[in-house]
């Protein structure tokens, strides 16, 4: 593990399921990596495991009890809520899953989190059904929602005698997930103009022409630029999602009302990443009143929106430039043609009709292309990962060769 000069000061939550074990060998790999390692345990963790284990990998006193006056004056739960770089979970059970997902902080571990700004890593582990079980299933996708780390369990034999996907992931895996997570501020310096979401085409006061963009890999895309140090300028069609903060954000509806916000921003930024889905047409006549219900087909014409992507590969002076493919068919070949038409660095190409991927979910599944020619074609991930691997690629994309 690469370390900078301040020691990374992680806080592993340790809650009650057989893996615990290997949350053992964890402490191990981070302390031999350079970490600090602060271990919080729930009742049903020292069942498994006794705290003096932790205590004596990780050299320091392990936090178990919200009302022990010894243990608060020695560590202070809200202490090590601000001390942490990050935060993990290994293993998290159903049940701790469920009361982070509902806001529920009943104990040492779960008050701590409520009150860390930390990034959180969570490594749940447990029976395969009750992996499967919907309302699992419901609180993991929140807890992604709102931006924490999931480690997808491995597969294979589980302890409770049933073979199938449940397993903690190995202590090395999640080590590394880890080191992915500390990563330096590379991005310090660099000042992004982002675009997100939807375009809304009017077609009358109440209704519009728009696609099923979220908004989510943009907005997901600012705050790991954030995270990691660059200014964000994010211009965002209409979304459910909360301004990632510290992002000087502006807020527009139609295609046109984007290509000037992003012109705007366009002179002070570094690097561009149009994750917008704009609208490629819209309608020629907008109605100033309510189209009425009627007997007769009616006709819509469509007249093309200017490309704002093209546009800024025309005059990009520079600044690198990454564009996304939606595609439905032809991935590579398409988005390659993309690449080259718009002037791009960089391209993500996803293929829309793939389950996992494309527009609403949470996850997605991507291939990213570049000038040089290299095409890296990912897993399924979810979007804040993939925000991550794509910075990683313009890094190297930017490094002299
Ligand atoms: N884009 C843009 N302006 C448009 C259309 C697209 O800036 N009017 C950008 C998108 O933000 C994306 C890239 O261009 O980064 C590719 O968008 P996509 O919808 O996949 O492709 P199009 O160029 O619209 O081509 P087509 O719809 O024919 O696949």
């Known amino acids: 593990m690469t370390i900078g000069v301040k020691q990374p000061s992680i806080v592993l939550g340790v809650s009650g399921g057989i893996a615990c074990y290997k949350a053992v060998e964890l402490v191990r790999l981070?302390?031999?990596?350079?970490?600090?390692?602060?271990?919080?345990?729930?009742?049903?963790?020292?069942?498994?495991?006794?705290?003096?284990?932790?205590?004596?990998?990780?050299?320091?006193?392990?936090?178990?009890?919200?009302?022990?006056?010894?243990?608060?004056?020695?560590?202070?739960?809200?202490?090590?809520?601000?001390?942490?770089?990050?935060?993990?979970?290994?293993?998290?059970?159903?049940?701790?899953?469920?009361?982070?997902?509902?806001?529920?902080?009943?104990?040492?571990?779960?008050t701590v989190l409520m009150a860390t700004q930390a990034p959180l890593l969570i490594a749940p582990a447990?029976?395969?059904?009750?992996?499967?079980?919907?309302?699992?299933?419901?609180?993991?996708?929140k807890l992604r929602r709102v931006g924490y780390h999931l480690l997808e369990p491995a597969e294979g034999f589980l302890a409770c005698g049933y073979e199938g996907k449940g397993r903690l992931p190995d202590p090395e895996k999640i080590a590394e997930e880890v080191q992915r997570l500390l990563k330096p501020k590379d991005l310090i310096?660099?000042?992004?103009?982002?675009?997100?979401?939807?375009?809304?085409?009017?077609?009358?006061?109440?209704?519009?022409?728009?696609?099923?963009?979220?908004?989510?890999?943009?907005?997901?895309?600012?705050?790991?630029?954030?995270?990691?140090?660059?200014?964000?300028?994010?211009?965002?069609?209409?979304?459910?999602?909360?301004?990632?903060?510290?992002?000087?954000?502006?807020?527009?509806?139609?295609?046109?009302?984007?290509?000037?916000?992003?012109?705007?921003?366009?002179?002070?930024?570094?690097?561009?990443?149009?994750?917008?889905?704009?609208?490629?047409?819209?309608?020629?006549?907008?109605?100033?009143?309510?189209?009425?219900h009627g007997k007769y087909p009616i006709e819509l014409r469509l007249e093309p929106n200017p490309d704002i992507l093209k546009e800024l590969g025309a005059a990009k002076d520079g600044r690198l430039l990454i564009g996304f493919a939606a595609e439905t068919e032809a991935l590579t070949a398409n988005a390659a043609k993309k690449l080259t038409e718009k002037n791009l660095d960089m391209i993500v190409a996803n293929d829309v009709t793939q389950e996992g991927s494309g527009f609403d979910g949470d996850s997605n599944i991507a291939t990213i292309l570049d000038r040089t020619g290299a095409t890296c074609a990912l897993p399924l991930m979810s979007k804040d990962d993939l925000a991550d691997r794509i910075f990683d690629h313009f890094l190297e994309l930017k490094k002299p060769r």
């Open 30 to 110: 981070l302390v031999k990596a350079g970490c600090s390692v602060q271990v919080i345990m729930t009742r049903s963790a020292m069942e498994f495991v006794t705290p003096l284990t932790f205590q004596t990998l990780s050299g320091h006193p392990v936090a178990s009890e919200t009302f022990n006056l010894t243990q608060e004056s020695e560590i202070g739960h809200i202490n090590l809520a601000d001390s942490a770089d990050l935060f993990v979970i290994a293993p998290a059970t159903a049940n701790i899953i469920g009361k982070i997902a509902n806001g529920i902080a009943d104990d040492l571990l779960t």
């Open 126 to 141: 447990m029976n395969i059904h009750m992996y499967e079980n919907p309302i699992l299933q419901e609180n993991l996708r």
């Open 189 to 292: 310096g660099e000042r992004f103009l982002i675009t997100a979401g939807p375009n809304r085409e009017p077609l009358d006061p109440v209704r519009y022409l728009s696609n099923r963009s979220s908004g989510k890999m943009g907005y997901a895309l600012a705050r790991a630029a954030l995270r990691r140090g660059a200014a964000v300028a994010l211009v965002t069609g209409p979304t459910a999602l909360a301004a990632p903060a510290g992002a000087r954000t502006t807020q527009v509806t139609t295609a046109a009302e984007m290509r000037a916000a992003v012109l705007k921003e366009f002179s002070t930024s570094t690097a561009v990443i149009m994750a917008a889905a704009v609208s490629d047409y819209r309608p020629v006549m907008r109605a100033d009143k309510k189209i009425k």
